[in-house]
């Protein structure tokens, strides 16, 4: 069977991260892409990713999404958008609020306006469950992110390229989370968390990845779609990753919350329960009936958090998530 990704040329901004790679990897061994271009700002991390790769199905371009022209270059004959590049580090981002949204929002737009330009048919951006409330610079920017690509249909008139977000939760082993500084601290005996009562959503980057491609290829424009996943216990991971270290409890730190949500009581009176997914449809003109996803609706009061959950990941089951070597 012929899938969206068979014959055509996509583009992954962030492409060199831990998410570009894996979505690269997938395409390439289960689909049939004409080309898949990485956009990213490090030439080593390209040079090295090509070597990893070996294949003349990649292109490589040096860029910044800050950089309309440079990305409306990239855009040129691309069908399928996949955005993934963010400054995503929460303190780095409250230390430079400005940098933070040049990247963010700024780069967003950025998208969009090249995205339409070029005739891109369709843009996947990735978004957070810190979008969702945000307490913190990083949420606000990823929030606002998901407000452009949203309306970014309306926005693109009677013109052919469509815009939709995913929204998850915390990927398992990515650059900067959780799971490499306990790695770290368990080292010398002691491993830290800012309060025993925190809970997160959890997946595994292959997880992210596929759901990507799932949503790309279902997608009909200005849809934000949520994964179903487990929760786990801050201290749980901490339980695994370093069983014989003390756990200090710190304090929560500036911007950091008990809690994620990845679905909200207001989102979800015009959002659909696909089985093992949500999607939010919007509420603007642009939306209409017939574009409807064929879900059940969600009761009123509805809230997807991490810690009221249904399912979560017990020791066993992170065990088989985190490579802990």
């Known amino acids: 069977m012929m899938s969206c990704f068979d014959g055509k040329t996509i583009l992954v901004t962030g492409g060199t991260g831990s998410f570009g790679k894996k979505f690269t990897s997938l395409i390439l061994n289960e ?105 913190n610079l990083y949420g606000a920017t990823k929030m606002v992110a998901e407000k452009l ?49 925190m809970t997160r959503f959890w997946l595994t980057l292959e997880q992210g990845a596929r759901f990507v491609v799932q949503c790309i290829e279902t997608m009909k424009g200005g849809e934000i779609f949520v994964p179903k996943i487990p929760s786990m216990r801050i201290t749980d991971l901490a339980g695994v990753i370093a069983p014989d270290c003390e756990v200090e409890i710190i304090g929560i730190r500036p911007g950091e919350k008990l809690h994620e949500v990845l679905l909200t009581e207001d989102e979800a009176r015009h959002s659909k329960d696909m089985g093992n997914y949500f999607v939010i449809e919007p509420e603007l003109r642009f939306w209409r009936k017939n574009n409807d996803h064929d879900g059940k ?14 399912v979560w990941l017990d020791a066993t089951a992170l065990m088989s998530m985190v490579d802990i070597s």
């Open 31 to 135: 689909h049939n892409p004409d080309s898949i271009r990485l956009f990213s700002r490090g030439e080593y991390l390209q040079w090295a990713m090509q070597q990893k790769f070996q294949d003349d199905r990649l292109r490589f371009f040096i860029g910044d999404v800050r950089d309309k022209m440079r990305l409306s270059r990239a855009m040129n004959d691309v069908d399928i958008v996949v955005h993934a590049a963010a400054l995503k580090q929460v303190p780095a981002a409250e230390y430079n609020p400005m940098e933070a949204v040049k990247t963010n929002i700024d780069g967003a737009s950025n998208i969009i306006d090249a995205a339409i330009d070029n005739g891109v048919e369709k843009v996947m951006a990735l978004s957070t469950d810190k979008a969702v409330h945000p307490v």
């Open 297 to 310: 609706s969600l009761p009123e009061g509805f809230r997807y958090s991490s810690e009221s959950n249904t």
């Open 149 to 197: 690509f949203v309306q970014g249909n309306s926005y693109a008139g009677s013109r052919n390229t469509r815009f939709a977000c995913t929204r998850y939760g915390n990927v398992v082993g990515s650059r900067g989370s959780i799971i490499p500084l306990f790695l770290e601290q368990r080292k010398q005996g002691r491993v830290t968390v800012t309060d025993k009562r």
